[in-house]
């Protein structure tokens, strides 16, 4: 689960009407501008459709935000490598730290920004695929994408990306999960991602 917003705020938990409660892998905070986390499940049960709850500083989660769910196929083996982030402003192109994977698995890289949804590129080494479905405009010009590299073997991965233009501050940031064993994450794309909005009152 990737979640993106711009506030002061930050997350203290993420969880469903199913009474799951997911794991944070990750989060790049930037008072003042656009801000990132992401957050696993392994093995969630699956079934009916269910109703995700984030929550922060502040009362009901962050002030303004988008919400991105990935089910992954076959990746509930956990973490893999270290996750790595980075920020910075006034840039078309995004990269942050290598990940060194020891298994079969995913590799995913989110990004919040100030720009327009236009010319979304995949990039990284291997190179990453880019997911349309993952791609938000939240508000105007604050954007936010998901793109995903499935990892056959022990590896070091270089993730990257870039937009169409140069674009205002953002934060990037990447995260390896293992193949739950069933060789899923070596060669099964994740299903549909959904991106939803929200909006604290």
């Known amino acids: 689960m990737f ?3 711009e506030s002061t705020d930050t997350i203290s938990s993420v969880t469903d009407d199913a009474g799951q409660t997911y ?3 990750v989060t790049l ?3 003042g501008g656009p801000s990132g986390a992401i957050y696993r499940k392994v093995n969630h049960p699956g079934g009916a459709a269910v109703n995700v709850s984030v929550s922060g500083s502040g009362g009901a989660g962050p002030s303004y935000g988008g919400v991105t769910v990935m089910p992954m196929n076959g990746g509930g083996g956990g973490d893999d490598g270290t996750p790595t982030s980075a920020q910075g402003e006034a840039a ?3 990269s942050c730290g290598d990940i060194t994977t020891t298994a079969v698995g995913y590799v995913v890289q989110f990004l919040v920004g100030y720009q327009a949804t236009t010319g979304v590129v995949a990039g990284g080494t291997p190179t990453f695929t880019r997911d349309t479905a993952s791609e938000a ?3 105007g010009t604050q954007t936010s994408f998901v793109q995903y590299l499935l990892s056959g073997s022990a590896q070091t991965v270089s993730p990257a990306a870039s937009w169409g233009a140069i674009g205002s501050q953002y934060v990037f940031m990447a995260a390896a999960f293992k193949d739950s064993g069933g060789g899923g994450g070596g060669g099964q794309p994740p299903r549909s991602m959904n991106q939803y909005s929200h909006r604290r009152a």
């Open 29 to 31: 905070q930037n008072p």
């Open 23 to 25: 794991t944070h892998v």
């Open 92 to 94: 078309a192109s995004f």
């Open 137 to 139: 405009n939240n508000g």
């Open 3 to 5: 979640i993106g917003w």
